[in-house]
């Protein structure tokens, strides 16, 4: 099997839990120039010893992401099946029902892959060619712990090193178009095979039920409602909710949350929200809530992406009530926390 070196430092880093090897951070070697696209590696330390196992992609700046720190763990089912068992019993603890994430990548030591589950449904996204490689045993350790009725796979990489298909597919079973999911005790409905990423956004859940417990008796608008994750939740409690998003096939899957629910408080207008912002004749707001897309997608994006944040809360600061509460989210990896704070602070 491959085997990569790596300095001092950067082994330490690995022994500490730290996931991943960059480019410039291995010895080369003609082995190396000859590594097959995310095949499994062995890392070892500037001694020469063995301190790792993980998958190798010389063509990606994160050449190698560690599947394990013990040397001599091989990857196959058994291993795979354990790391979701593991994240499975571990998470089961806090959720009565199967609709919550199963696998955050490398938190649970399976880097590039990301599970979702949806009741007896499953959606996984694959995000880097080493991920790729191990689907067959991620699908089958699904299969023999969960026993659903189908499970999609999104190829999701936005980087070309990692040559992926772009695609989605079912892989197993069946997927219906609309699947109803439960969440805070909320109705939902997604669409796996035409929705963002894996369907639905579950890491946002506790922020949604936070959001909401302030929005009694309140006028509330969710921008970039999408499926309505923040809007249905807040229209258990406020006078009013406004949903707005510029996709279609979003605001039905909210008009149909809204209706399984029994709302009647909810308004959905279809805009793009830059668009719609640019109106001087918009009611106030006691709560304003934005949870965009991401503005930066590559580093090399940064400035522009923090002047599109800044830009957008300006705007929705124009619909906040004196007094009233503006929330805003980011799913974009290079707005640290830090920076994006000073950017909506500004």
């Known amino acids: 099997m491959l085997e990569i070196s790596v300095n001092k430092k950067v082994s330490e880093a690995i022994l500490k839990g730290y996931p991943w090897v960059f480019k410039d951070d291995i010895g080369r070697n003609s082995e190396i120039e000859l590594s097959q696209l995310g095949e499994p590696c062995f890392i070892k330390n500037h001694s020469g010893k063995r301190i790792a196992i993980g998958y190798f992609n010389k063509f990606s700046r994160i050449s190698a992401r560690v599947l394990s720190t013990n040397p001599n763990d091989k990857i196959d089912q058994n291993f795979i099946k354990g790391k979701i068992e593991r994240a499975y019993n ?3 603890k806090h959720f009565e029902e199967n ?3 199963l696998i955050y990548a ?5 880097g590039g892959v990301i599970i979702d589950l949806y009741g007896d449904y499953i959606s996984i996204q694959i995000n880097t060619r080493g991920a790729y490689n191990l689907l067959e045993y991620i699908k089958d350790s699904l299969i023999e ?3 659903p009725k189908g499970i999609l796979v999104n190829y999701n990489s936005t980087s070309s090193a990692e040559k992926l298909p772009q695609k989605k597919e079912v892989v197993y079973g069946n997927i219906p178009e609309i699947i109803e999911i439960h969440e805070n005790g909320i109705k939902y409905f997604c669409n796996l095979m035409e929705g963002q990423k894996t369907g639905y956004f579950f890491d946002q859940r506790a922020n949604r039920k936070y959001l909401a417990g302030l929005a009694k ?4 608008i969710d921008l970039y409602t999408h499926s309505g994750g923040f809007g249905m939740l807040a229209a258990k409690h406020a006078k009013k909710v406004t949903l707005v ?3 279609e096939l979003a605001l039905d899957l909210a008009r149909k949350a809204a209706k399984a629910n029994g709302f009647n408080n909810c308004e959905f207008i279809k805009a793009d929200i830059f668009d719609y912002l640019k109106s001087d004749e918009l009611p106030k707001f006691d709560i304003v809530n934005t949870d965009p897309p991401a ?3 590559d580093k090399k994006d940064l400035r522009a992406g923090m002047a599109g944040y800044q830009k957008l809360t300006k705007n929705c600061l124009k619909l906040c009530r004196q007094g009233g509460i503006f929330a805003i989210s980011s799913c ?3 707005a640290r926390p830090d920076g994006f704070k000073q950017v909506v602070e500004e």
Do not use: P, Q, T
């Open 90 to 92: 571990w998470r089961k």
């Open 99 to 101: 609709f919550f994430r």
């Open 106 to 110: 490398e938190s649970d030591g399976l």
């Open 145 to 147: 712990l969960l026993n």
């Open 217 to 220: 008796g309140k006028n509330f």
């Open 245 to 247: 998003d510029r996709s």
């Open 295 to 297: 503005f930066i997608k």
């Open 332 to 334: 974009s990896y290079f």
